[in-house]
């Protein structure tokens, strides 16, 4: 009898296991988070302003029961900041002041977690709108007649919120220009050091041409051709473009020799370069200037604050 061999069983094929999907980077997750908090942040501006509005509803409404009920003739000499409306728009302009101030010290603590410093700002700015409508409604319409001293601190008390609303608009409308004719994001002090690298190239490429020709091509006639960058359109994004339009319309071509128009055109470039960099700076120090105006401006007036409330109220 034939003993037969059973047949092995099939070798179960490999199991292959699917490549693991790509793990979010912590970076991706914490722009997404920067996001998010972006995009809540906006409705916190809006509330912001939202009870700034309100507030300054207030303050008017109180002002106007001072000016045509409460202290309207023959009860009173219409609204004054020694009424009672007076006082109430005295104290909530303080109030106010001191929750403006609050802003420059959540901008020095960054670990603070409370809202974003963009939300603490469009309340700075709101506030101290509504701060500078309460002071000039509780002061009375003569009082820098009736009293020089509290009237010049009005003054500066206005001066400060104006300077205030021109860093918003600085701040808002600069950095957009600054994006439109720059090639990179550049500091202040970069600008510098890029500009003095262009006039030192531009002082080398005129001793190494002494010819009269292209000296006066290079001082007179290419930087009366250059324009504002802002007027360049979309072109001031294309320095190419720009160069080749000055070079055309100051005839180049024509006025130096043939061998000097490479050397023609480089001159066009670094003065081309050279005229953005004088307005980037120019911007920079837009954003620059305003803030020690307004910081000056609120170390005065917080102690001529002081000064007026001991007056009123002691003298």
Request: aromatic fraction near 10%.
């Amino acid at each position: 009898m034939t003993a037969t061999t059973a047949p092995a069983p099939a070798a179960k094929p490999p199991v292959v296991k699917a490549p693991p999907g790509p793990t979010p980077s912590p970076t991706a997750k914490k722009l997404s988070q920067k996001t998010l908090k972006a995009r809540e942040t906006r409705w916190d501006k809006r509330g912001a302003w939202f009870l700034a509005f309100i507030t300054a509803f207030i303050v008017v409404g109180l002002w106007a029961l001072s000016a045509f009920y409460i202290d309207v003739a023959p009860k009173g000499r219409g609204p004054q900041g020694d009424t009672y409306v007076g006082y109430t728009l005295g104290i909530l302009t303080l109030v106010l002041y001191a929750g403006v101030a609050a802003y420059s010290m959540r901008h020095r603590k960054r670990i603070q977690k409370r809202f974003m410093t963009r939300t603490w700002m469009e309340a700075h700015l709101a506030f101290g709108l509504v701060a500078g409508l309460a002071a000039v409604l509780h002061s009375g319409p003569r009082l820098l007649s009736a009293a020089p001293l509290h009237g010049a601190f009005l003054i500066a008390w206005l001066l400060l919120i104006a300077s205030g609303i021109f860093g918003k608009i600085v701040s808002v409308v600069v950095p957009r220009r600054l994006t439109a004719i720059e090639d990179e994001a550049l500091l202040a002090e970069d600008v510098t050091d890029k500009q003095i690298a262009m006039r030192k190239e531009i002082e080398d490429l005129l001793q190494a041409n002494p010819d009269e020709k292209f000296a006066a091509y290079a001082n007179t006639t290419v930087p009366k051709a250059i324009k504002n960058p802002q007027s360049y359109g979309k072109r001031r994004m294309r320095r190419g473009q720009v160069v080749e339009e000055i070079w055309t319309e100051t005839g180049g071509a024509a006025a130096l020799p043939a061998d000097k128009h490479e050397t023609g055109k480089r001159i066009v470039t670094c003065l081309v370069e050279e005229r953005f960099f004088e307005q980037m700076q120019g911007y920079h120090w837009l954003l620059r200037a305003w803030v020690p105006i307004h910081v000056a401006l609120t170390t005065l007036c917080f102690p001529w604050l002081i000064i007026h409330v001991i007056t009123v109220f002691l003298l």
